[in-house]
Each structure stands twice: as C-alpha cells, then as structure tokens.
C-alpha cells in the first residue's frame, strides 16, 4: 500500500473507488466463490491426505508418498473428463481398486473420506469479509460464479452465511459436469444481464477464472494469487491481470494503479 493511501480515509476510499468504477464502466463484481471467498482446497486437502493416512494403513504394500502420487495422478486425469462432479471421487477409487486389488470394505471407506469434502463446511478466507462488505458498502452489485453444484454451493451459502454479500439468486452456477471456459463467462456475463466490459472479475484460477474472462473481453480481472494452486489450474495471465493475495486489497491495487 502506498503512504498516500495509508492516509486515505475509509470514506474517501469508498469515494475514490467509485470514482473508478464509473470511469471504467463497471456495473457489477462477478466473484468466483470456492479459493476465492472461502478456502475449499484446504478442506480438500485434508480429506485427500486423511486417505493417504488410510491406504497406507490398510494397504501398506504401497507407501503413502507413493498413494499421495497415485491419487493426485488419477484424479488430474479424470478432472480433465468430469470437471468437478463429486462423482469424480467414486471414479478415483474403483479405478485404483483394480489397479491394487483394494478390498471392498477399504473401497467404501475410501469413499466416505472423499465425501467428507462436501460435507465438510470451509472457512472464509483471510480478509474476504472485508473485501465482500467494501464492496457491498460502496454500492457495487456483486456476482457469484462458481462451478460447484447447486446443492453444495447452497450448503457453503449458509455455512459462510453470504446473504449478507449477495442474494442467492445472484449466483450463477456452472454446469459442474463440465469445465469453466469463456462461454461459461459469456453465459454469466449475459445472466447479469452486463457486457463484458460493464463487468469485473475476480478469481484464484488462471484456467478458469481469469483466462477465459478475459478472452470474452472483460478487461478489469484480479486475480488472487495462491502458491498452493492446484496444478491443473496454473497458467499465465495478461499483463493486465492485477494480482492480489486477498479480497481486500482490490481497493489499494485500484488506487495504486491510477
């Protein structure tokens, strides 16, 4: 942050931000919700490594180094087939199960750690609640875009309690049987009822955030930066990009680059 901004007061931020916003014809934020709001990859990283624990115990002729590979392997290549259905999970199992002769009670079990993820309520990430309610102060309409099921993005909407950012029926799903591209952006854009260019993104994926917005033309995107990334999500973004590491700096990366 700059020392000129550190002497700004919330009011003249709020101020300064709107003044932004309308020079550059912004009507909405369209937000990514899982990484970006609220941290899912911790939870599912905590399921995926109380696997290893398991398969390691019940199946010791493989190391959990080498369960942990063989997971992460498997799992890459069937995102790629089946985006992010929970189902996805199932698939992993039975396709290690006849690879390594897993015994069906070992299988099950398996299973029930993975669905712990959907089940399991995520906390907010650090600073989102100030970023979400900057934004819902200066009288900026946001939007959810996220590429969950409705039936597990209407848990986390509860849980994290977002009815005090966006009404549910700002969030536009995803077909979670497929993967996030710019026409999923085309289509949420349209949802809004916005161009492009009268909307700005805000996301933690290159490949599905960030990238895509801007090959539809959305030309302010941030994106927030995590070098715990999931792999398959890595790739570079437009000079343009900004990069923030929370929600709440959109306002100083703004100011910053005026």
Known sequence: MSKELGLLTPIEKELRFNVW??????????????DTICGTRKVFRDCMSM???????????ISRDNWQKLIEETNNRLFE???VNPKRWDMVVEELAKLHKLPTDVQETTK??????????PEMLEDAEEGLGFLVKVGV???IVTHAGSEWT?????????????????????????????ES?????????????????????PRSDINPACQIGVRQCFLIEDPKQWSVHNEPVNENVRKISNLSQIVDVIYEAN
Do not use: C, M
């Open 51 to 61: 696997a290893y624990d398991f398969l390691e115990i019940n199946v010791p002729v």
């Open 141 to 143: 309409p946001i939007g």
């Open 81 to 83: 087939q089946f985006a």
């Open 21 to 34: 916003r309308k020079e550059k014809g912004i009507s909405r934020f369209l937000l990514d919700l899982d």
């Open 112 to 121: 029930q750690i993975f669905s712990q993820i959907y089940l399991t309520p």
């Open 154 to 182: 209407w848990r986390k909407y509860n849980w994290l309690d977002l009815k005090r950012f966006v009404s549910w029926d700002d969030i536009y799903i995803v077909d979670e049987n497929k993967h996030k591209t710019s």
């Open 185 to 205: 952006w085309r289509e949420a854009v349209k949802y809004f009822g916005l161009k492009p260019e009268e909307s700005a993104v805000i996301g933690d994926s």
